[in-house]
């Protein structure tokens, strides 16, 4: 798959960050179909996701495309398992406010977050471990 | 699945990086490999074949339970 170079992923977390900012500080709700700066901020987020999720890595292998499908299988189990157990509290509790609104966001945001973890932290982990094993033989 | 690339890296002097640059991938690709976390593909392994001079079948090696 044809994928954006790598310097659009810097270019996403800044726009994100941005983002970030503005709902942050945005006193009226985001969905209010009123107010067009609302769809703005949100269309701002999501497309700042997809330009994270749909760049290169620096070096992109044939690893980091089997941990591109492997984190899209796990973000969609944790989203989902997270919805569930949202409407299991709101059932349980007879409280509407614990229904999950999450949305497509949030999914992306997940994949995000497993991406880097995948590609990052786990390496730089199993290294250190590897390290000291190696110490102790 | 077992491999002898660490083995055949040694007997080229070669670090993982040397190797990672030497078929364009990561250096973590390489260490992924080595620790058996993670099967390259056919191309893959045939290009590192192709950097020891020796053939796929000396460098993994079938387990019982495969």
Redesign the interface.
Known sequence: MKLLPNYFKLIGFILYTIASVLATNYSFNLDDVHKPAGLFIQLITLLSLVLIIFSK???D????K?NRLKSLQISILVVVLLRVLYKCFAFYFEDDKWLPEFQINFLLLVYVIVFHFL?IVL?FV??KI?KLKGHEE | MRNNLKVERAKLNLTQEDL?QKI???R??I??IE?S??V??T??ALKLARVFKTTVNELFELEKND
């Open positions: 890595q620096k070096i292998d044939e690893m980091v089997y590609q390496p199993s290294q590897a | 990672a364009e991938v990561s973590q690709t260490n992924a620790s976390k993670y390259p593909s191309v893959l």
